[in-house]
């Protein structure tokens, strides 16, 4: 394994335990040809297990739907075998097309076309709403 | 710049609330004046189910106001049926008309409308979600009825959990300084938790919760009553139950002070007895034809702004 041994790269820490295929997926990881890691069920000190992706190449990413999934996810840009720079991803304004709006009286559930748009409405809470509805986008879902 | 209708209420300030009460009164006093003011100009209702009512009160204030109007009237006599989007029917319709009023079954669809067209779309009720010129008609009522809307008890009786023109009516009202509400309606169909906690809480407002209308009506400035739908239970004893618990009666209005308004969003199925239309508490009937004027002010504002 790679694990501890990136030299540049990126490691998303933090992640709920049990979600990190579905940010390997969301993230398009499956498209790189670097190597990249996912450790499932490591142990957390405080929030008992996690997983964590390891990417070994410093490549772009948009880490905006990280927040939404849980604002505790933590982003290490590693350089030169050292950590860079950790930040936990912003809370992005609007999240377009990632998260379907589940209400069936919405009118984004007759129209195929629409793009699903998520608007946020309470940073704090870090709470999302439908453009169009106003139901609350539920967490932990994409 | 981006058009601007009105999707929902919150879109307007409490002084643009204000003035569109300023010009809706000055309508009623000098209805002449507004004779002419949208001549030239189209109203398109886009109804995409039936609502006889609003949109007869969209079109007459229309009309009123020296305008046009064209239209459908529910979604299987128009091209609605052949499924065409909501965003194509709006594009099309904006190259004929100057403003839309849009009543569709689907939350959201309005303003799926207004973001495809530059020509104001007035939301005429999308699903249980916004209905702001039902709003703005209450507001208008209450200060037509009593001259002002601020310190008032507002009482809301019925169904409190479903009814969108209590939530509305509750929201847009907390506003203003001083007002107070009694929540009046069976436990299964009381106040939801988010009005209580995102509305009232929030903003300290105290109101109370009660399942007896007797014991709060001296105390109240304005009743609102709602109606109990039918399509909102499952089960048809439940309905029936629940339709019968508050039923305002002549008997029941005894201990209300002199100058207490009854409002209702009206159709009403039987929660008003027909004996109590006589009072002059009574102020529904009112309400409609105040909903017109507040319509008229409204589409003469959204047409001089996006001039
Ligand atoms: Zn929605």
Redesign the interface.
Known sequence: MIIGSIHDGIVIDHIPAGRAMELYSYLKLGELDCEVAIIKNAVSGKRGKKDIIKIGAPIDLNYDILGFIDPHITVNIIREGKRDRKFHPTLPETIIGLVKCK?P???????Q??PHVFCLTDRENSIYR?????TKAEKHTL | MKTRGLIDIAELTTQEIDELMLVASDIVENPERYAEKCKGKKLATLFYEASTRTRLSFESAMLDLGGNVIGFSDAQSSSVSKGESVSDTARTVACFADIIAMRHPKEGAPLVAQMSVNIPVINAGDGGHNHPTQTLTDLFTIKRELGHVDHLVIGCCGDLKFGRTVHSLVTAMSRYPGVRFVFISPDELRIPEHIRAEVLDAKGISYVETTSLDDVMPELDILYMTRVQRERFFNEADYLRLRDSYILTQEKLKPAKEDMRVLHPLPRVNEISIAVDSDPRAAYFRQVKNGKFIRMALILKLLSENA
């Open positions: 209400n009286r919405c009118i984004t559930s007759c129209e076309e629409l439908c453009r169009y509805c106003e």
